[in-house]
């Protein structure tokens, strides 16, 4: 039998991450899940015929605990691991803000191996990013056993724990500034009198084929949006509006905010 993952408060990045695993080729029978709710069990076991068991139990049986609570719920899920975590288990984190230090300190397990990951909701299309950072006592094994586990479901990336608020800003909530400028470019396509299939589809395919190339091309982002805003064009009338409304500007103090607020959850506010 192969090591034995247990993904503890199974909500969205949770469940992304167990379907992840099973379209990976896990067996389901080294999976278990764990979940505050009961139908949220049966849900879980409907969908992905995973076993649910209480966190103790997942903490005594399974080699490897993913923790997927919400940042509050960390210090009540901790408290009631920490009689039943033995030291040779592997614990990561997945939590916005919570450091690799404080899981271990609320664990109180001497040497205790605990690796911090933020990810992001693209788990759910393998197309996922993920930053991992080892803390104290995670070695290159322990790593590499975090990659094992995420690298199916997208890319991975290892950053020094510091760096982790400022990941959490760029690509845990990444995903979201995408879909909120696609959301606003569906309703400029409603103002332009199309109708709301069209807008979608129009505005929909041009994110993907953007991405795609901004992935594949190897192209600096510039070199690309150049290559779009002709002379005199549509396109260059366009970015004079998003730079006269302090569009970029605003990029960046959305970003500090998320980082800041990233900051702010360690203390479990
Ligand atoms: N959503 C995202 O895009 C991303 C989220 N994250 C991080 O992932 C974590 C989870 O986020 P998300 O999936 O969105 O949140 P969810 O609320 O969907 O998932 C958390 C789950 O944990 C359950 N839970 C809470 N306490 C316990 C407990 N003591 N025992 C068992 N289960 C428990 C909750 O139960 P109940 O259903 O009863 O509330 C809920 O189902 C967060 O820490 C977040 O920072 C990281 C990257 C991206
Ligand atoms: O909004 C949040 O706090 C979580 C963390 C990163 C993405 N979603």
């Not at 993952?5 to 909500?11: D, E, F, H, P, Q």
């Not at 919570?98 to 609320?106: P, R």
């Not at 990233?262 to 506010?269: F, M, N, P, T």
């Amino acid at each position: 039998m192969g090591r034995r993952i247990a993904v503890l408060g199974t909500g969205k990045m949770g469940e992304a991450l167990v379907s992840g695993l099973l379209r990976a080729g896990k067996p389901v029978d080294e999976v278990v899940v764990t979940a505050r709710r009961p139908e949220r069990a049966a849900e879980l076991a409907e969908r992905y015929g995973v076993a649910s068991v209480g966190n103790a139990d997942a903490a005594k049986h399974a080699d490897t605990l993913i923790l997927t609570v919400k940042p509050q719920d960390m210090g009540t899920l901790l408290a009631e691991l920490a009689p039943h975590v033995p030291a040779d288990r592997l614990v990561i984190s997945g939590a916005a803000g919570i450091t690799t230090a404080y899981v271990a300190a609320q664990l109180g397990v001497e040497g205790l191996p605990v690796v911090r990951v933020m990810t992001n909701t693209p788990v759910l299309v393998d197309e996922a990013m993920s930053a991992i950072s080892p803390g104290a006592h995670a070695t290159e094994e322990h790593l590499r056993r975090t990659e094992e586990i995420f690298r199916p479901v997208g890319k991975t990336i290892r950053v020094p724990e510091s760096q982790q608020d400022a990941v959490t800003a760029l690509s845990g909530s990444g995903p979201a500034y995408f879909y909120f400028l696609v959301e606003a470019m569906i309703d400029a396509g409603i103002l332009l009198g199309l109708p709301r299939t069209t807008a979608h589809d129009l505005i929909v395919q041009s994110a993907v084929g953007a991405g795609v190339m901004l992935r594949d091309s190897g192209e600096h982002p510039v070199k690309l949006r150049e290559a779009v805003t002709s002379p005199a064009g549509t396109t260059i009338a366009a970015i004079r509006e998003l730079e006269r409304h302090g569009v970029r500007a605003a990029l960046l103090e959305a970003l500090e905010a998320a980082r800041d607020r990233s900051r702010e959850l360690a203390s479990g506010s």
